[in-house]
């Protein structure tokens, strides 16, 4: 993960924010005075939330890796009875 300090962050952020987005890579900015921030696209952001509310629902994870199992096949017959 690439890092820069504060003062080159404030000096780029346009171009620090089009790289982010654009390469989907989070940058490091760091500082002197403590802790350090992580820069990140909204779109990962938001994948991100998706994946700890999806994770949050019980049964879910377990649901997907069982389909993930399923041959093509058995994916393209509709079910009517199928439990949601």
């Not at 620090?16 to 820069?39: A, F, Y």
């Amino acid at each position: 993960m690439t890092a820069i300090s504060v003062t080159k962050a404030r000096e780029n952020i346009y171009q620090i924010l089009s790289d982010v987005n654009k390469n989907s890579q989070p940058i490091t900015i760091t500082n002197n005075r403590g802790k350090n921030g992580v820069l990140i696209s909204e779109d990962d952001w938001n994948a991100i939330q998706e994946s700890l509310y999806l994770n949050s629902i019980p049964g879910v994870v377990e649901s997907i890796f069982k389909a993930g199992e399923e041959t093509l096949e058995e994916c393209i017959v509709y079910n009517q009875d199928e439990e949601w």
